[in-house]
């Protein structure tokens, strides 16, 4: 029996969008690449803070060119191979970690009414 035919993951045309606008955002020369620091604050707007050292050792891997910087299209291969990797399950639980604050500041694993309430509204207790 053959192995099962697995479909290639593929990000949404909402992750695509938003790649290409964090890159068109943080260019802030204009020149269509990006240096170290335009990278580093692109990927933090990405949901992505890595440390200098694995910033610098990527952008390494996919500056071609060598030039130091990256062009579109290795911003977009880094941020694709990114995104595909993320975990759904764990994004969604650092996502309610940060709701879960309750007035002691621990989480305690749950939203009460009140941290719901502040996260509907959009604002703080």
Known sequence: MPPPVRKRRELTEDQKNEIREAFELFDS???????????????????????????QKTMKEYDREDTGKLSWQGFNEVMTDLMLERDPVEEMRRAFRLFDDDDTGHNDGEINQEEF?????????
Do not use: H, Q
């Open 117 to 125: 309430m502040a996260i509907m509204t959009g604002t703080d207790n």
């Open 29 to 55: 020369d204009k020149d269509d690449c990006l240096d170290y620091y335009e990278f580093k604050v692109a990927m933090r707007a990405l949901g992505f803070d890595k440390p200098k050292s694995e910033i």
